[in-house]
């Protein structure tokens, strides 16, 4: 029997929504709880943590309206364009149909590369830029230029180096290649090979593959796990596994490709909750279990719920606690893809569960990608005994997609080695408070130069907002000028007026690093005016670059 | 850019009226266009209004009911292809926010055209007819409706 007032969980306590004046010190405003705390569990697995705020500040509604004025005026000279094109005053770059096939159905869709042609051609430069070198910390860019604006480039033979790299899911710097790190690498490439040339179920399953899934088990915590050669297919090709037909996902709004796209392929009902909105996520859950399947009114076979550690377009971080106690008390069951969060959050570096105390075999499905922290690619996904040999034979990523490289495959081995300790040092460690410390610093300055940032405070991945678009090229453009490489983002990828600019902040950056961005941000946030936020707070120098902080000082 | 890629978000063309700001920024461009022909020294007040009016309505039927499709590609394999703005919007949703808003604006503005032009019969015949022409494709009876097969495809 669900008692109706309140629901006590192990991690986390469930208020009942309905319409009671909350007497508690937190209030609910747009779902975001205020440093709500979490419980201890019954064996005191973890400390109880506090959760910070996700900060989505809205910019004033100037920038709104100028940000559609721009994207009107592009619009006004693309129509513009195109009238030129179409009558010959210009030359058209675009692929055309030959001249006797004008009057066949077109092949060549002609509005919906309206955007394309028009927006996406100007500030086409700021993507796909050529790296010719490790994307570590810094890296070397070749320099391109364009003659006819943008349709074609040219590359000059000259490098651009030393650009500093905001950009790369670089988090605990193992992109690297340190010949002492390596040497592992190096000899189990000379043992095993390069290539597999199999599928796991057929003559690719390596003594090498078996070790890294042990290791991955351990370093989660859980009993079992399954390492794929794709971060992305890891998501595409095991979900279709999990759930079928007659099953529901509730899916976040803001969920990445891969998931979205394991959930069509798997054939379930699919309903979006709003991002991080945990009222929608239980007035969806009971809707779901009231109502049942569509038509038939048949219960569900399965409800599965698929959330993200941290959104990287959003920088925020997923209720865990939360998730879990509404999962427990309608009997769902829980998705995690810890895919930029697994190495990158928590103390020790062992993702979102870690970071909020949770036990890790509370979720059902953890699944995360190599790609990110481990400096490797492929994904993982780890759970019960059952759930892992049940995939083992029945993900079409096992019977269908080749194993993992034995490089590949051992530089992760190396790498979860370094984060856990085992190979003796404290390199791991050092790397994992590294760039927690760097976060807090990158963060903390940007907010005080007044600069609107989404996200958790605790994530590495920074979204700055841009909003307009001539900005978003303009900054990307004076960024390199500068030599600091970013990743920026506008619409559709976006909301329409929220395009911004993403960086990764990396253990592997170091503090000098980070002041020369922090340095160039602020003047070039000053030059094009995207200092938006209304929160500023002083800078207090001081605060940083005192050794001693004692009052006779 | 993720063109063509899946999203949660099929056709963001469907949310974009109700995005923050965007009806501050369309009253905003009304005004802007007026103040852009009472700027004209030749003409009177009266006939400044009723071409507010007429541009107004024109350029709304232009880009909410003749434009089709999507400026970009989405993921749904082209299903907004032969759909208008109006019809793409909120997917298809009839009365929501953002369809009143849309349906309101042109009859304040003909109120307050009617006004300026002290109720005149020709610049009134001129209104009525610009108005019906930006009100009876709002209906939702009209949705996805096409007559006499004029831009079906």
Redesign the interface.
Same mark, same amino acid.
């Given at each position: 029997m669900i008692r109706t007032e309140e629901l006590h969980s192990c991690n986390g306590t469930l208020k009942s929504r309905s319409g009671q004046k909350q007497t508690e010190n937190y209030t609910l405003k747009n779902g975001y709880h205020k440093n709500e705390k979490v419980q201890k569990n019954g064996n005191g697995f973890h400390q109880p943590r506090v959760r910070g705020e996700d900060s989505f500040e809205?910019a004033p %509604?100037y920038?709104?309206?100028l +940000?559609? %004025?721009g994207y009107?005026i592009v619009?006004l000279f693309g129509y513009f364009r195109d009238f030129l094109r179409a009558v010959g005053l210009e030359k058209c770059h675009q692929a055309q149909e030959r001249e006797e096939q004008k009057d066949f159905v077109p092949l060549y869709?002609d509005?919906?590369?309206?955007?394309?042609r028009n927006l996406?051609m100007r500030v086409r430069d700021n993507?796909n830029r050529p790296i010719c070198s490790l994307p570590g910390p810094v890296f070397d860019l070749m320099e391109r230029v364009s003659d006819d604006y943008n349709w074609t480039f040219r590359l000059t033979g000259r490098t651009i180096e030393n650009v500093i790299n905001m950009g790369s899911y670089n988090y605990l710097g193992f992109a690297e290649n340190n010949v002492d790190f390596l040497k592992t690498v190096a000899e189990k490439t000379r043992q095993y090979g390069v290539g597999v040339c199999s599928t796991r179920q057929e003559l690719g399953n390596f003594s090498i593959h078996e070790e890294l899934e042990q290791l991955v088990a351990d370093f989660l915590g859980v009993e079992s796990a399954m390492a794929f050669g794709m971060g992305f297919a890891t998501n595409s090709m095991n979900i279709p596994a999990l759930v079928g037909k007659g099953c529901l996902i509730l899916?976040d709004?803001?969920?990445h +490709?891969s998931l979205?796209?394991g959930a069509?392929l798997s054939g379930a009902t699919i309903r979006?909750f709003k991002h991080n909105n945990m009222q929608s996520l239980e007035k969806l859950l009971k809707e779901a279990i009231c109502s049942g399947q569509p038509r038939t009114h048949r219960s569900w076979k399965k409800i599965l719920i698929m959330v993200e550690g941290i959104y990287s377009m959003e920088g925020s971080l997923v209720r865990l606690p939360e998730i879990i106690a509404l999962k427990k008390k309608y009997k769902a069951y829980l998705y995690l893809d810890e895919a930029h969060s697994i190495g990158a959050v928590g103390p020790t570096g062992r993702g979102v569960t870690e970071h909020f105390g949770v036990d890790p075999k509370e979720i059902d499905v953890l699944m995360g990608t190599f790609t990110k922290s481990f400096g490797a690619t492929g994904g993982y996904i780890a759970g019960k005994k059952e759930l892992v040999d049940y995939l083992r034979c029945h993900s079409h990523s096992a019977v269908y997609a080749t194993a993992m490289s034995p490089p590949v495959v051992e530089q992760i081995i190396r790498a979860i080695k370094c984060i856990m300790g085992v190979d003796g040092t404290t390199e791991g460690q050092r790397r994992v408070r590294q760039l927690a410390e760097n976060t807090r610093y990158f963060r903390s300055r940007l907010k005080e130069m007044g600069f609107i940032i989404y996200g958790n405070k605790d994530s590495p991945v920074i979204p700055l907002l841009l909003y307009q678009p001539g900005k978003v090229g303009a900054f990307s453009r004076a960024m390199l000028k500068r030599k600091i490489g970013v990743v920026v983002v506008?619409?559709?990828?976006t +909301?329409? +007026?929220e395009a911004r600019a993403r960086f990764c902040v990396s253990a592997a950056h170091t503090r000098d690093m980070l002041n020369k961005v922090l340095q160039s941000l602020d003047e070039l946030g000053d030059y094009i005016r995207v200092k938006f936020s209304r929160h500023r707070r002083p800078y207090r120098p001081e605060l940083y670059n005192a050794t001693n902080f004692g009052l006779d000082s | 850019m993720n063109v063509g890629t899946a999203h949660s978000e099929v056709n963001p063309n469907t949310r974009v009226m109700n995005s923050r700001g965007i009806w501050l920024s369309y009253v905003l461009g009304i005004g802007l266009l007026h103040i852009i022909l009472l700027s004209i020294p030749f003409v009177s007040v009266p006939v400044v209004w009723t071409l507010t009016n007429l541009i107004h309505n024109m350029c709304m039927y232009i880009f909410l009911h003749t434009v089709k499709g999507t400026p970009f590609e989405t993921p749904d394999q082209g299903k907004a292809r032969l759909l208008t703005h109006w019809e793409q919007m909120d997917y298809g949703v009839q009365f929501t926010a953002s369809r009143k808003f849309l349906t309101i604006t042109p009859i304040i503005l003909y109120f307050l055209t009617s006004f300026y032009t002290k109720y005149d019969r020709v610049h009134f015949v001129i209104n009525t007819i610009s108005l019906l022409t930006v009100l009876i494709p709002k209906l939702p009876q009209f949705h996805g409706v096409r007559l006499f097969g004029i831009n079906k495809y």
């Open positions: 809205e %509604m920038v709104a309206v +940000t559609y %004025m009107g619009i869709q509005f919906e590369n309206f955007y394309k996406y993507w899916s709004e803001l969920n +490709t979205i796209l069509r979006v506008g619409f559709p990828a +909301t329409i +007026t | -």
